[in-house]
């Protein structure tokens, strides 16, 4: 179980397993884009997902993490997924 009002910096799927079903009233999020041009471990996590591509395994990725937070969100509950920009990834 977590603690309310608490903020938690490891693994999302590490700390909604310790979430119980139907408990979050409302989420925001925002999720490693995956590009892999900054270098650090978080933006690769995908590349040990199944699939013939980036792309399908980008998808495998994000899969495994929605299904868990669809669990964890009470019947109804309002999600909102923040995409924060960096110039790094805007074309020019």
């Not at 995956?34 to 399908?56: A, I, P, R, T, Y």
Request: glycine residues 6%; aromatic residues 12%.
């Amino acid at each position: 179980m977590i603690e309310l009002n608490r903020l938690y910096c490891e693994n999302c799927l590490d700390t909604m397993g310790r979430i119980p079903d139907n408990y979050l009233d409302y989420v925001v999020t925002d999720p490693p884009y995956l590009l892999e041009f900054m270098g650090v471990e978080f933006d690769s996590q995908h590349k040990q997902m199944q699939g013939e591509n980036d792309g399908q395994k980008m998808y495998q990725w994000h899969s495994v993490w929605l299904k868990e937070l669809y669990r964890v969100c009470k019947p109804g509950a309002p999600s909102t997924q923040q995409l924060f920009g960096s110039p790094k990834i805007i074309p020019s």
